[in-house]
């Protein structure tokens, strides 16, 4: 559907209604606008849109709309392996998830307490992370740029597997931690 939506874009520009980058997010605008109210998106990615449409009305050109169709089209279509450190990141803890495990990202304040995050995720394996550090542990573009440490109750080897399988730098540091690393 996004590539769609590019085609559109270009059609667009082609017929002479969308000439200018102002024209452009608003012809998108306008389409995606009637192209959700007419569900013309699978179910799946109808969050991602409402979002765009919020985003574009409320920032306007700013919203950069053509381009984050772009980059929602390219992170949904091209190979895990080529996408961003934080997409890696995600994919990898989405692929844990069937396996049973939870994920959790914790408040500063909660991370400090660890005794009381084991007791809490004591009976299940769980992936947990300081919200502060997964904030500043990547950059806009969604590159690592600092270690983000992770507390992991119950099995971490397989914690570390599934880490190792989607190539990301991950490091034990303690029985229960792991960190990746830029």
Same mark, same amino acid.
């Given at each position: 559907?996004i ?17 200018s ?5 608003a ?6 606008t ?10 799946t990615?109808? *969050?991602? %849109? !409402?979002? +765009?449409?919020?985003l =574009?009305?409320? #920032? ?9 169709? /772009?980059?929602?089209w ?5 190979p ?6 934080l997409?890696?990141?995600? *994919?990898? %803890? !989405?692929? +844990?998830?069937?396996? =049973?495990?939870? #994920? ?9 307490? /660890? ?5 809490e995720?004591?009976?299940t ?9 997964l904030?500043?542990?990547?950059s ?17 080897s ?8 989607h190539?990301?730098?991950?490091v034990v ?10």
């Open positions: 559907m590539i769609l939506t590019g085609c559109v874009a270009e059609t667009a520009q082609q017929n002479g209604q969308a000439l980058p102002l024209s452009t997010h012809f998108l605008l306008r389409w995606l009637v192209a959700y109210k007419q569900k013309r998106f699978p179910r990615i109808a *969050y991602d %849109i !409402e979002g +765009l449409l919020t =574009g009305r409320n #920032k306007g050109l700013a919203a950069s709309l053509l381009n984050r169709l /772009e980059y929602l390219n992170s949904c279509t091209g895990v392996s080529v996408q961003s450190d997409y890696q990141l995600t *994919y990898a %803890i !989405e692929q +844990l998830k069937p396996q =049973g495990w939870v #994920k959790a990202v914790v408040s500063d304040g909660d991370w400090n307490n /660890e005794a009381l995050l084991v007791q995720y004591s009976d394996n769980a992936l947990l992370v300081k919200k502060s550090a904030t500043h542990g990547f806009d573009e969604g590159k690592l740029i600092a270690p983000i440490e992770f507390l992991v109750t119950d099995d971490l397989s914690c570390m597997a599934v880490f190792q399988t190539a990301l730098p991950a540091l303690k029985p229960d931690r792991i960190t990746i690393q830029p």
